[in-house]
């Protein structure tokens, strides 16, 4: 079964930053729609970023909106999250899922929608 690989999660106080990490060696990224999703404990998995196939058009959750941006480096085959101005409502573990269909796009409309999640990367927001 393909995996996406997570990383950069961390502890960081309110107000910090990280940038997080997508990535495979299974799959071509850029031609398949690419979510970042978060489960905070006790919550279920929500959706926050999402970065189109092709044209690399974004979309966020709106708690996100002008703190979170997405990208994608196609040479390096890896997504990323970064997150600016953390609060203690961004803690929860982190993952990224990969549009089940070929050349998808955003908007997240169902996170059944995405598949290949990785193991996750854990992210908490504290002072």
């Known amino acids: 079964q393909l995996q996406l690989v997570e990383s950069g999660g961390g502890m960081v106080q309110p107000g910090g930053s990280l940038r997080l990490s997508c990535t495979t060696s299974?799959?071509?990224?850029?031609?398949?729609?690419i979510g970042w999703f978060r489960q905070a404990p006790g919550k279920e998995r929500e959706g926050v970023s999402c970065?189109?196939?092709?044209?690399?058009?974004?979309d966020y959750a709106d708690s996100v909106k002008g703190r979170f941006t997405i990208s994608r480096d196609d040479e390096k085959n890896t997504v990323y999250l970064q997150m600016n101005s953390l609060k203690p409502e961004d803690t929860g573990t982190y993952y990224c899922?990969?549009?089940?269909?070929?050349?998808?796009?955003?908007?997240?409309?169902?996170?059944?929608?995405?598949?290949?999640w990785g193991k996750g990367t854990l992210v908490t927001v504290s002072s």
């Open positions: 970065i189109s196939s092709n044209d690399g058009g974004t």
């Open positions: 299974e799959f071509t990224l850029e031609y398949y729609a």
């Open positions: 899922g990969a549009h089940k269909m070929y050349e998808s796009e955003c908007p997240i409309q169902s996170i059944d929608d995405f598949d290949a």
